[in-house]
């Protein structure tokens, strides 16, 4: 179940900050792996980092995040991908 965050917690379970500035370089580093990859591919490598913190991670966020976003022609998408 997804409670907005990227890794799996229960809800009254809470990040350290320490925690929660390592999440976020975890994010950083596999997106920055898979810069010019699918969304799949950024998923699979955000999981990793997020893995090797001791975490387990929320695919179902992660796919939210990561995966094509709603609303976006697929012209913009196109463009964006040509930069």
Avoid: F
């Amino acid at each position: 179940m997804s409670h907005g965050s990227v890794v799996q917690l229960e809800p009254q379970d809470r990040l350290s900050p320490h925690t929660s500035h390592a999440l976020v370089a975890a994010q950083l580093r596999g997106e920055s792996r898979c810069r010019d990859s699918g969304s799949e591919a950024v998923v699979d490598a955000v999981a990793e980092e997020i893995e090797q913190l001791g975490l387990v991670p929320d695919r179902e966020e992660l796919n939210h995040r990561y995966g094509r976003p709603s609303g976006v022609s697929p012209t913009l998408l196109n463009l964006r991908a040509t930069r």
